[in-house]
């Protein structure tokens, strides 16, 4: 079986483009509405069966596969899963073309492999780390909790741990992280600018681990990225984006974009507990090549990171209880 994206302003004109490209014999697998330069379209996912391919014209690239009918309904299923997620178009195309690719009979697993083929994974270092971990991100991402919950963490492995803040205007998230630094019995270093950086940085070259939180960046700012951009270039970073769950993918993808020009190579996603749609992680990640680290899935600085592996990742976006239903369904059909 084959199966084709359309988009159109108009259900009639997405029909009609249907039925020229596929014939009368074209299913619909999915569709839903979108926005697009502001403006409403309608995008629709058929499929083909594979004996009336003969008639259709050659494959021109935009083709996704799949073998039989029952795997037409793992397409199905997870194009619903994704449009659930409010996955970006070229996140769930990519998604939807490796689950046809590699031919899985069961959703998850087909999920589950799609997933171990388009994203990569690297769990933030326990142990000792000679490379100092910078943590940028928009307002709002947690990126200053996210920087206490790895210093918490290292504190409580018995490492010895330096911690830095560039960010010298939030007084409230500075005095966050000094109450916490204060706990552990360690001081916060305040850089003013990427020069001093500079020079904490040598001074904390016996530590074994540095964590760096740095101001809140608004991404659409040229001179906060570039300001950005020279802390950053001061020295080898391990340059973590926090994205938050739950928001706009599109933006989220632009965001990621953004912050990975300037050096960020890893992705830690943010407020999992708090969000149902996960579609901003994805895109954040997709559009920003960047590598899937640890989450953040509580408030709690103690334990509050767990690595992202694609298993974990493929729970949170199709859980066992959607399984069971699909099951079901199929038991039943």
């Known amino acids: ?11 009639k004109e997405a029909m009609q483009m249907v039925r020229e490209a596929l014939g ?7 569709n839903r509405e979108e926005k697009i330069d ?4 309608i995008h629709l996912t058929a499929a083909i069966d594979n004996d009336a391919l003969d008639s259709q014209p050659e494959n021109d690239g935009d083709w996704m596969y799949a073998d039989d009918d029952n795997e037409a309904m793992v397409i199905e299923e997870l194009t619903e899963t994704m449009l659930r997620h409010s996955v970006p178009d070229a996140v769930l195309d990519e998604i939807i073309s490796c689950a046809a690719v590699l031919g899985h009979e069961e959703p998850r697993a087909a999920l589950l492999s799609s997933i171990e083929s388009i994203y990569k994974f690297a769990p933030l270092p326990i142990g000792k780390s000679k490379t100092p971990l910078m943590l940028v991100g928009a307002p709002g991402a947690g990126k200053t909790l996210t920087a206490a919950k790895i210093a918490a963490r290292a504190a409580m492995e018995g490492l010895n741990i330096a ?3 560039t960010d010298t205007e939030r007084a409230g998230g500075r005095e966050q992280l000094e109450s916490l630094t204060k706990l552990m019995g360690v001081e916060l270093k305040i850089a003013k600018s990427p020069t001093m950086l500079k020079a ?3 001074e904390s070259r016996q530590a074994d681990q540095v964590i760096i939180d740095t101001a809140s960046t608004n991404p659409f700012d040229q001179d906060a990225v570039k300001l950005l951009a ?6 080898e970073m391990d340059t973590i984006v926090t994205i938050p769950a739950g928001g706009d993918a599109e933006e989220s993808g632009e965001i990621a974009r953004i912050f990975a020009n300037i050096g960020a190579s890893r992705i830690v996603p943010t407020r999992i507990d708090v ?10 990640a997709y559009e920003g090549g960047l590598v899937f680290a640890d989450m953040g899935a509580t408030s709690k600085v103690a334990d509050g990171l767990s690595p992202v592996t694609p298993k974990r990742l493929t729970q949170l976006l199709m859980p066992r209880s959607e399984r069971a239903k699909m099951d079901k369904i199929q038991k039943v059909g």
């Open 1 to 11: 079986m084959r199966l084709k994206s359309f988009t159109a302003q108009t259900m």
């Open 24 to 30: 009368e014999d074209a299913i619909i697998v999915a």
């Open 38 to 41: 502001g403006q409403n379209y």
């Open 163 to 165: 911690v830095i803040t």
């Open 200 to 202: 904490l940085l040598l």
């Open 230 to 235: 020279q802390y950053i270039g001061v020295g």
């Open 275 to 284: 969000a149902r749609r996960l579609g901003s992680i994805l895109s954040a």
